[in-house]
């Protein structure tokens, strides 16, 4: 949210006419949108893969290679922003954008996976019954 009021405020200057004067506050905010991107999509992709990829692959809910995909792409996306961080190449180049396709199919699996097919049975559930209760009305 913070990178896209940061871009809408550019907008709102550009309209309301500022011109040269707000050059600098206009890149600035641009700036502001960047290293949001960085940290909010970037690295907390990662921290989310490897949460729950590690928990969906250890309880086997969903098919293994599933969170497999995002628990190899995490560390790929994570050295990538690493490399956009200390300038080795941009945040929008050839390296970026390959790094960041194991994360999207890790994204793109499971929520299709779970749309289509949901959640396995679990070992720990499978013997459960429900509870016997009576109708609230007779």
Not at 25 to 50: D, E, K, R
Request: hydrophobic residues 55%; proline residues 7%.
């Amino acid at each position: 949210m913070t990178g896209v009021i940061a871009l809408l405020s550019v907008v709102t200057l550009r309209q309301a006419g500022a011109g040269a004067d707000a050059l600098v506050a206009s890149q600035t905010l641009v700036a502001v949108y960047n290293w949001a991107f960085l940290f909010g999509p970037g690295f907390m992709a990662c921290v989310n893969a490897l949460l729950l990829g590690s928990l969906l692959y250890r309880s086997g809910l969903v098919p293994r290679i599933i969170p497999l995909i995002g628990l190899i792409g995490a560390p790929l996306l994570f050295v990538s922003d690493l490399a956009v961080l200390f300038g080795i190449w941009d945040q929008v180049s050839l390296p970026a954008g390959i790094a960041t396709v194991p994360i999207a199919l890790w994204e793109v699996s499971l929520g299709v996976w779970l749309v289509v097919k949901g959640f396995k049975p679990s070992p720990i559930t499978t013997g459960m019954t429900a509870a016997e209760t009576r109708p609230a009305y007779h």
